[in-house]
């Protein structure tokens, strides 16, 4: 029986508020504090280092996740994806979470940390890179490793751990206090509740989406080793294909296509197999640049190049701006002309689509999927409909398929959103994302003593478009406390540019905030 079946939970599926003697009539462990953030990832860690940073108290703030690290489930994607600790990721120097302030960034630590090495050459270009990109350099990216370095450094820094509970979220409700409770379950299944004033709710994407074709072959066959998603653990294609060469049909062309791409060439290159091959199977051609006044976004073999998923001046320029600013029906569009489906603009993946083509390992098809079938071979039979001809079909004979389309974003998905919005009747944006207000709060779940904040891609759609970012998650923290420090009574402390600076120099040294 589910925990949420119990009888004594049926409050927590019913009502929607609850009297606290009602909670400790439960006579569960209960944890209180005056904030609290549910997800425990990287979206929670960021929330938790500003609130230390503005003199919150580590007594005062609770955090209930999974994950013991609060990178760990983004550092597992990125292994997935093929984005070891020595690959570099798609962000700049100065979208740091674990510095607020973001200087110095990755990009001027990595090149101090040359030098100190003896390496003063590739120093050197490093800052040559930093001065001089995205004009005559391409953009400079830290590697992968370098952040989660960071981010355990920043977690001593703050105490984490001392907040940090295991806990498999459930349910929220409020309290006929003005408070939340949450019931979590602990890692051997037994019930826990936490009460805040301010909660913060940064549970990041569902999880894995796969292409309703491969779904459906997937139930069909229970085959799970042949059709992949490309954040799913899948090294076992890699080794195949260094044993006994082979055929990949890649779905996507986003940066883990660019990725999942470049690992299969080094694959090829490793081994000296001239027999592993790429089908990229694309559903419409893409040969144009696209533009948005001064931002554009150039097309290369049909791959579309721009250093971020956002032109950078939706992070912090004028497209941000604009972006708050417009009507919250015309956001997405916005959305689409801005973003869309990238690549960045580096030129080890553009130089691997040019030999690829050009040697014929790699090559690219047009179409819609009509079925895809296992043979008596122990090969994948992919028919598709042809992009210029509906009457004519492609067939391709394939080892494995990786689907490279990305997360799951689907509020419903996930059993704590759908309960949420289902029981608060909470409205959803164009994008069916949660309604928040420029300062990422959950209006429809206010109460005279509390409030309800929400980061990440649960808010695409809401005042800032690049939310999954580093740089999103950092700004969804601030304008959320901006909120927060309107409600005096929780000590809040005023963020001014003396105590801006203090806290920078005791960040700088490791000391505690």
Known sequence: MRLLDLPEFAPFLTA??????????????????????????????????????????????????????PYQRYQTLCKNSQIPGHERLRSDSG?????????????????????????????????????????????YAPKSETVYRALDSEMARIDWEAMW??????????????????????????ARLACANVVHIALGYPGSRVLPDLQDYRQTTMDLR???????????????????????????????????LQRIAEVRTETGRDDIRIVHLMRTKRDETTRYRFAKRTNEHNWQLQ??????????????????????????????IWGGTTTSDRKDWRRLVKNGLSQG??????????????????????????????????????????????????????????????????????????????????EGLRTPNGKVFACGVATLGGPFAPVDSFLGLQYAAFRSLQSVRKMRALGLKRFSMLRSFQQWTRWARGLTP
């Open 165 to 190: 509970r295991y806990g498999r979220i459930r349910s929220l409700r409020q309290t006929d206090a003005g408070r939340y409770v949450v019931l979590y379950e602990d890692r051997y299944g037994n």
């Open 95 to 139: 979208s740091s979470p674990d510095n607020i302030w973001g200087w110095p960034g990755y990009g001027l630590r990595e090149a101090v940390g040359l030098a100190k090495d003896g390496h003063l050459r590739s120093a050197s270009k490093t800052m040559w890179q930093l001065f001089t990109e995205p004009v005559f350099t391409q953009t």
């Open 226 to 260: 042949k059709a992949v998603n490309a954040y799913e653990q899948h090294n076992h294609v890699y080794e195949f294909l260094a044993e006994h060469g082979g055929t990949v049909i890649l779905r996507g062309r986003g940066i883990v296509a660019s990725r999942i």
């Open 16 to 69: 929607q508020t609850i009297s606290e003697n009602y909670i400790q009539s439960l006579n569960l462990p209960l944890i209180e504090r005056s904030f609290l953030t549910l997800g425990g990832g990287l979206g929670s860690f960021v929330w938790v280092d500003y609130l230390r940073i503005h003199g919150i108290d580590v007594a005062d703030i609770g955090v209930v996740g999974m994950h013991e690290k």
């Open 361 to 442: 390992w790699y090559t690219i098809a047009f179409g819609n999927v009509r079925d895809l079938k296992p043979m008596q071979s122990g090969k994948l039979r992919f028919t598709v409909d042809a992009l210029e001809d509906a009457q004519e079909t492609l067939t391709f004979v394939t080892d494995f398929v990786i689907d490279c389309t990305g997360l799951n974003s689907k509020l419903e998905t996930n059993p704590f959103f759908s309960d949420l919005i289902t029981q608060y009747q909470l409205p959803k944006n164009d994008l069916d994302n949660l309604v928040v207000s420029n300062e990422f709060e959950v």
């Open 307 to 336: 250093p971020f998923n956002f032109p950078k001046s939706a992070f912090s320029g004028n497209l941000r701006r604009k972006f708050e600013n417009t009507p919250a029906d015309q956001r997405k569009a916005l959305i689409g």
